[in-house]
Structures are given as structure tokens and as C-alpha cells.
T-cell receptor
Framework: LAKTTQPISMDSYEGQEVNITCSHN???????ITWYQQFPSQGPRFIIQ???TKVTNEVASLFIPADRKSSTLSLPRVSLSDTAVYYC??????????????FGSGTRLSIRP | NAGVMQNPRHLVRRRGQEARLRCSPM?????VYWYRQLPEEGLKFMVY????????ESGMPKERFSAEFPKEGPSILRIQQVVRGDSAAYFC?????????????FGSGTQLSVL
């Protein structure tokens, strides 16, 4: 199972770039790295997913080095509304692999004015 | 295009009662997942279902908990004879298929409180 390790919490200020790093030393060859965002009293929301190198969408960028033992979620110019818990997880491919998707405790990101 | 719908949003039960949590997946999605979340903790996988089939229930407690996803209608997570320890947020997610790069779409959850 792809166990991930990420900081418990992070603080930043509005307008800053925030980088959250996740370690996944035992990630499987065919696992993708996926990040979700969760606000209080809501279900997680998909942010971004990648396999290696760099992926960018309208919300964030994801950097994955060649060895794939870690990944970094980059949030450009954060605002107060980015205050949430961010989960990094390995998404195994294939049928009936749902139980292998492990949500850890996530990183609680707090943005200050 | 409605997202994953869960109801009720909040459910209060007394010890020993039954709780029924409903989940309607996104339109076109035939895969449903149930997760449980305790305060300040991550989500714990419970069960994965497709229409009329339980694919993986390795995260379900052996007793009192059951889940179904009938041919017609929503997926139901049923908890019999609830105890205080069942109090948690229960999230349902759906996906289009169990292929590569699976993305889960979550509902807003049902907060179960057992008195």
C-alpha cells in the first residue's frame, strides 16, 4: 500500500506561494499521485493528479521528481479561501483497487490576511 | 449536472437504533465508495460497490454495518444498533469506472450523531 507522509500543518499569508511536500517512498510503479482538498463539513475535492515530472492546471501545479519518492503541490498566490486540509495519496490503477487508496491525516493549511 | 448527493446531511440516533445513509452518485457514474471520517482524522475506506455488487468491503466492520447499491435508486449504508462510537462523518464518493487514474467525486457527507 502506498503510504504517504506530509506535514501536519502549515501557515502562510495571502498572496504567497505555498508548497506542500509529500513523501511516498514505497509508491508502486503504476500508482498515480493525487491531491485532494477538503473544507470543513465537506467532502474532499480533487485538485490535481500526476505520474511524474510536472502537471499544471488552473488551480495548482504538481511536481514529481524522477524517483517518484516524493511530490510537491504548489498553490500560487493563495487566498483566505485556500484554508483547508490537503491530502496526498497514491492512486493505484486497476479494478477493485479502491481500498488501496489511503487518505492520511493530511496537511492543515491556514492562510492569514 | 448534479454532483454526488448524500442525505440526510445530519442524522441523530439514539443507541440501539438503526441509521440509513443514502448516496446518489454523479450522473453516469456506476462506482460508489463509502468512507468514514472521525474529527481531525483522515478518511477511512469502508466499502466499494458497483450496481448490485459489493466489490470490496475490506474496510467494513464485521457486524452491524452493511451496504448496497441496487439496480435502481441510491446506494445505502446501513448501521444497525448504533453505538456512540459510530458517531462520525460518512462520505460517499463516485467514479466513472475502475480504470487508471481514477478520480473520486465526493458528496458533502452525512454527520451521524449517536446519543
Amino acid at each position: 500500500l502506498a503510504k504517504t507522509t506530509q506535514p501536519i500543518s502549515m501557515d502562510s499569508y495571502e498572496g504567497q506561494e505555498v508548497n506542500i511536500t509529500c513523501s511516498h517512498n514505497n509508491i508502486a510503479t503504476n500508482d498515480y499521485i493525487t491531491w485532494y482538498q477538503q473544507f470543513p463539513s465537506q467532502g474532499p475535492r480533487f485538485i490535481i493528479q500526476g505520474y511524474k515530472t510536472k502537471v499544471t492546471n488552473e488551480v495548482a501545479s504538481l511536481f514529481i521528481p524522477a524517483d517518484r519518492k516524493s511530490s510537491t503541490l504548489s498553490l500560487p498566490r493563495v487566498s483566505l479561501s485556500d484554508t483547508a486540509v490537503y491530502y496526498c495519496l497514491g492512486s493505484p490503477a486497476g479494478y477493485s483497487s479502491a481500498s488501496k487508496i489511503i487518505f492520511g491525516s493530511g496537511t492543515r493549511l491556514s492562510i492569514r490576511p | 449536472n448534479a454532483g454526488v448527493m448524500q442525505n440526510p446531511r445530519h442524522l441523530v440516533r439514539r443507541r440501539g437504533q438503526e441509521a440509513r445513509l443514502r448516496c446518489s452518485p454523479m450522473k453516469g457514474h456506476s462506482h460508489v465508495y463509502w468512507y468514514r471520517q472521525l474529527p481531525e482524522e483522515g478518511l477511512k475506506f469502508m466499502v466499494y460497490l458497483q450496481k448490485e455488487n459489493i466489490i470490496d468491503e475490506s474496510g467494513m466492520p464485521k457486524e452491524r454495518f452493511s451496504a448496497e447499491f441496487p439496480k435502481e435508486g441510491p446506494s445505502i449504508l446501513r448501521i444497525q444498533q448504533v453505538v456512540r462510537g459510530d458517531s462520525a462523518a460518512y462520505f460517499c464518493a463516485s467514479s466513472a469506472g475502475a480504470g487508471d487514474q481514477e478520480k473520486l467525486f465526493f458528496g458533502s457527507g452525512t454527520q451521524l450523531s449517536v446519543l
